[in-house]
């Protein structure tokens, strides 16, 4: 079975801090992992992928396979990084997409 | 409209109730989804369909009933609902049904009551 636990419900940082996002999954295959965000009154969305590799807004995850994590991190918050991002595993065989439970994020000024 | 609609935006109805949400995506998709949040548990898979056929139904109860007529609109049929039942219901589409970003509705707000 796949799972994705995202272990802070909440998490608060100050603006210019560091902040990580914590996020383990569990699948036997090789998975596709995603970073979704939802803002305030805006609607869920993609934010990185790992294949990608890229930098979103600051924000960077590498797939380390042999923690099974893919930590979300950026090296200065900003307060509208304020949010809830979601950790998501894709089956890339079947299309099964498994969300975590979501971290909300808080950058106080 | 652009990318994925989802209508009515907010919704109460009674527990005897019969009603419908609607999704539309207008991005060329093949997949669709529907996902239920609510504060007890934030992303629930419901239902997904490629291609109009259903692959996936997440032990959803029968009171719920999707209908997807074609790769462009998703229906979610409602009928006696529980109050906790009352929830945001999310509505996506990717390309295809396998590991594709998802675009996501804005959602429509269920109150039972």
């Known amino acids: 079975a796949q799972r994705v636990t995202q272990p802070e419900k909440l998490l608060s940082v100050f603006k210019g801090a560091p902040v990580e996002l914590k996020c383990n999954y569990s699948?036997?295959?090789?998975?596709?992992l995603f970073w979704y965000v939802q803002y305030s009154r805006q609607r869920l969305q993609l934010l990185l992928r790992?294949?990608s590799r890229e930098s979103i807004k600051g924000f960077t995850a590498d797939l380390n396979k042999g923690e099974t994590s893919f930590h979300l991190k950026k090296p200065f918050a900003q307060e509208e990084d304020s949010a809830m991002y979601y950790c998501?595993?894709?089956?890339?065989?079947?299309?099964?997409?498994?969300f975590g439970d979501g971290t909300t994020l808080t950058v106080k000024p | 409209e652009t990318g994925v609609t989802q209508t009515p935006r907010h919704l109460v109805m009674g527990m005897t109730n019969k009603k419908s949400l609607k999704c539309e995506q207008h991005?060329?998709?093949?997949?669709m989804y529907w996902y239920k949040q609510s504060a007890k548990k934030p992303l629930e898979l419901m239902f997904v369909?490629?291609?109009?056929?259903?692959?996936e139904n997440n032990s959803v109860p029968s009171r719920f009933s999707p209908e997807c007529p074609n790769s462009s609109h998703l229906f979610l049929h409602l009928h006696t609902l529980q109050p906790e039942d009352s929830a945001l219901y999310l509505c996506?589409?990717?390309?295809?049904?396998?590991?594709?970003?998802?675009?996501f509705g804005p959602g429509t707000r269920l109150t039972v009551t």
């Open positions: 369909y490629s291609l109009e056929e259903r692959v």
């Open positions: 996506a589409s990717s390309h295809t049904g396998r590991s594709d970003e998802q675009y």
């Open positions: 991005l060329g998709h093949n997949a």
């Open positions: 998501a595993l894709s089956n890339t065989n079947a299309g099964k997409s498994t």
């Open positions: 699948y036997s295959g090789s998975p596709e």
């Open positions: 790992h294949i």
